[in-house]
């Protein structure tokens, strides 16, 4: 099953709901990545909200989440489109610990407990919002719900989980958020609340094949729901040669006459996807006239 991400409404439209798949999506961010199974979970948790929070910008609108904690991983860092493409990484791939007391991945010990949250998000012509909360548990999803309450306002409820193979492959991933809209009944609150208190782990019901639209189902039982949007997801980097041509170039004609006497030649990697891109001596001296034109 390809990944993709489902918006609906429910409850008379006073809750807003969202739910993905993204297996394939945090299978290829492990493999470029090379991340171990704790740092999987915790990147592949973070690539899953972001890319449900890429889902409610529009147009050409981005916004990256950088969640750094005092943990070993260092920085998570996932940037979205309001298409699902989504790329991400974090500092330090090489990280996994035994599962913690509840025999899941030990993702708050990895991300550390103390940190921050934030989201940056592009509007286009040059309009930003940031907003920013401290981490509250390091395990992500409860840092997103915090994020939800406390810095855009929104009750909210938020899910994500990562099932690891044996192997270090992703065996499941996905996730949920659901927000209730202004004007909410009291009751319509509470009865969301008992419901997510005993929803059972999303990765597991990602496990057992159930798709977005299902994990509605499964979260408002009876009631019914309206599905907007189906959107394909994936791992999609938009980095580029041009792109590291540009920056080469910015570094001025001293800087690159350094990389042909020294090196010979250089050599770029993108930090989302892990690309490498090589430039030869006759191209860095290409770059070079390009600065005196
Ligand atoms: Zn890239």
Known sequence: MNDYLIKATTLKGMVRAYAITSTNTVEEARRRQDTWATAS?????????????????????????????????????ADVNAHGNVRGYVSNPHVDFDLNDRGKLDVARAVGTEGSLSVVKDLGLKDYFTGQVPIVSGEISEDFTYYFVNSEQVPSAVGAGVLVNPDHTILAAG????????????????????????????????????????????????????????????????????????????????????????????????????????????????LKKNNEQ
Request: with cysteine; net charge negative; charged share 25%.
């Open 41 to 77: 979970a915790a990147l592949g948790r973070t690539i899953t909200i972001s890319t449900m929070m890429g889902a409610m910008l529009k147009g050409d609108d981005s916004l990256t989440v950088k969640v750094e904690g005092n943990g070993p991983i260092g920085a998570i860092i």
């Open 175 to 286: 996730g949920f958020i659901v927000q209730v809209m202004p004007g909410a009944d009291e009751e319509v609150i509470e009865q969301l609340e008992d419901r997510i208190q005993s929803f059972p782990a999303i990765s597991s019901l990602i496990r057992e094949g159930n798709s977005p639209e299902q994990i509605l189902q499964r979260l408002f039982g009876d009631e019914e729901i309206n599905f907007h949007e189906k959107m394909p997801v994936e791992f999609k980097c938009k980095c580029s040669k041009e792109r590291f041509e540009k920056a080469i170039v910015g570094l001025g004609n001293d800087e690159i006459q350094q990389m042909i006497d020294e090196d010979h030649g250089a050599e770029a990697v993108c930090h989302f996807c892990n690309e490498t891109y090589t430039f030869t001596e006759t191209e860095l001296e290409n």
